[in-house]
């Protein structure tokens, strides 16, 4: 029984690990630019599916460069045409601008790729096992790339000066800019690993699981709920929140409906805000 | 009137409010004053319900009003401007002033459906107090402007004026003169010096010295979250401590 | 003749609709983008009472009842948080929402939905009933836009723009800024389940898959485009995008490229939303000529 939970955790661990990297690339621009961007659940979904196209003429491992290249391409561009000119304007047209952004690009993917389940086609992984558990050489793959990813983040963040820019233009972005920091390279850098995180999550999460049009949407709630767990702008408090959602998903499935699973994550959303606006891991005070 | 006791406000490891305690009501008007940065904003704040308090109590007209909430203190009758205008700029002046009176009959939506004779009468009279607010900041000639497009001074007046509607007892002001020429500061201190007539309090924020002194019988100073003086305007110039609090400290070299 | 009959019904539904989503959203400053939550309990409500039996007409009002009870409920610790925050909550809770129908099969019938909702009135089902149907669209209609104007042109109404423009403001005017939120975020959601309900009993079938984001989404546009802060900007946005969207059908595509429609419509919904934001966020109708 014991190995029924344990394995669970195990997928949530993995599960966890994907939603991290969403989280982190949804916290970044939300700590320099102070806004949800609703379009992030679709660099994913874009992700996933171009290096779906892309893999009908290449090999699956260089079918995922020129996806998530363009991807990247998406990210900055959104910034440049849509979010830049709206910085001035408030939180809430960004945020309206972007739910409309988001509503555009998942239509498009429908248009191009159709409402049906895609997947990419790998044969049915046979477990690898050890100790009592079982795991997919493609969950392996999954984990693997995703402490990839979030390590090089970590000395991206702690050793280059880049890094630091970054951390101080999303401590404070006027300061910021007085200092010399140059915003604009800080702006792209931001979308850049924000989008990179985003496919590559998208095409990792495809692996395990189908693609599916709404699949921007649900991914993007769940890396939100996670944002709010770590304290939004907090990259290691959404790691840990990634993971965190990742678990309770799937352990979850023990205890409630399957078709409960994606209300998980809105629960947590819903509860945070209520009790914790500010995440489990920061400390604010102030005004009423 | 309004008591303040031993009020404390910390904002992580800074003391914004430290200890202050101080009574209102033996004077008409008096005055708040210190440099920038220390609490005199705050304190407002926590008075008037916008922060709260870390400890102490504060009291007005016998209630304890330490943890009521600010639409509560302000209908009972202690009203604020704030330290930068907030008019309304999307709304007229009237619709300013007619906003500002605090718990309108029409604001229940059961009085709106089941008694609007009552809605109508009451707004009858609103409009006749707003028109005559208007009258007394010298502004019914932009009555119907957006608020926006007033100039800083003549906002701070509808600030002023948005306070009297509201009918209050007492009043706080937090540096209503920033920013505006002499003739509106005139205009100002009138409409003050007439408020008191009717037995209205005023407490009041301000850097404008000459002014302090020429309205206020009582003033209180602060410096860095401390309350380090209480008297007349006239005995705070002199205080050593308020000289020091101003200037800086003496170097005293070895 | 028929069809324009339809056309109208859909429109006057989503005036409903729009009208209490401009409520909160375009007089208070309210970003409710679960408000299709309230749209799907009235309409599932009115169904299952209707179809227990109950008469129609006191089906409807049970919906609404339940639709502005829940968001009253929901208000409560909902309106706590800050805009877009407050947004981000109740999309998550109009998912959760939409789950709810989805999986309680026991009630709803889960993704089968419920078929032959009874039509108020003695009114037929099928297209006889059209014409006497609209025209109780028509009264409806009227009697929601007038009560909403009732509310927003009164001190009330006044209150919520203050409320919307500077909350602080407001608390040192003395406005009880958290009741006037929750009175008119259970309006709205009383209302949006009035339209629900309307929505339910001509269609006389509905589903989870009525209820989900894309038509938060359309009634978001609706307001946002339309003219939000105003009485008519909904109304004519309403009938704006249900037009474009019938039109469309009756474009001259072929069969194969049917499936495209509802994608291609999708894109200039989203393209509209962007377009309006970067160039005119007040929308068609301006709260105020500035």
Known sequence: MADYYAQLLLNGVVAGAIYALFAVGLTMVYGVFRFINFAHGELIAWGAYLTLMFSQVLPFALAVVPSMMLVILLGIGQDRYIYKPLRQRGRITLLIASIGLSYLLRNALRLIWGSDLQTYGFEAARGLSFANFIITRTQLAMVAAAVVFLGVLYGLLKFTMMGKSLRAAADNMDLA??????????????????????????????????????????????????VLLGGAGNIWGALVGGLFIGVVENLGVAFFSPGYKDAIAFAVIILILLFRPTGLFSIIGGMR | MLKVEKVIKRFGGLMAVSDVSLELGAVPITGLVGPNGSGKTTLFHMITGFYRLDEGRVYFAGKEITRVSPHVISRMGMVRTFQHTRVLPFLSTRENLL???????????????????????????????AEEVLDLIKLAPLADELSGKLSYGQQKLLELGRVLMAGPKMILLDEPTAGINPTLIRRLAEVLKALTTKGIQVFLIEHNMPLVAELCDRVFVMDSGNLIFSGTPAGAIKDLGVIEAYLGRADHAA | MDYFFHILIIALVYTVFALSLNLELGYTGLYNFGHVAFFGIGAYTSALLSLAGFPVALSMVGGMALAGMTGALLALPALRLSGDYFGIATLAFGEMVRLFFLNERWLTKGPMGLPGIPRPFGIQAGVSGLPLYLILCILLTLAVFLAAYRITHSPFGRALK???????????LG????????????????????????????????SPSDFTLNETILVLLCVVLGGRGTQWGPVLG??????????????????????VVAPIQGMVYGAVLILLMLKRPEGIVPEYKV
């Open chain 2, 99 to 129: 906003s500002a009176v605090p718990a309108q009959r029409g604001e229940r939506l059961t009085s709106l459906f089941f008694r609007p004779s009552e809605v109508r009468r009451e707004e009858r009279q609103n409009r006749a107090r």
């Open chain 1, 177 to 226: 800019e007085i200092m010399g920091i140059n915003m604009r390279r800080i702006g792209l850098t931001v979308w850049t690993l924000s989008a990179l995180f985003a496919s590559a999550g998208g095409v990792l999460i495809g692996m395990d699981t189908n693609l599916e049009p709404m699949m921007g949407l649900t991914n993007l709630l769940k890396a939100f709920a996670a």
């Open chain 3, 175 to 206: 406005k009880n800024v958290f009741s006037l939120k929750v009175r008119i975020v259970a309006v709205g959601s009383l209302l949006a389940g009035l339209a629900g309900a309307l929505y339910g009993h001509y269609i006389t079938y509905i």
């Open chain 3, 162 to 172: 203050v409320v919307r423009e500077d909350e602080f403001v407001a608390q040192a």
């Open chain 3, 238 to 259: 309403s009938f704006l995008i249900v037009f474009f969207q019938e039109f469309l059908r009756f474009l001259p595509i072929p069969v194969d490229f049917g499936r």
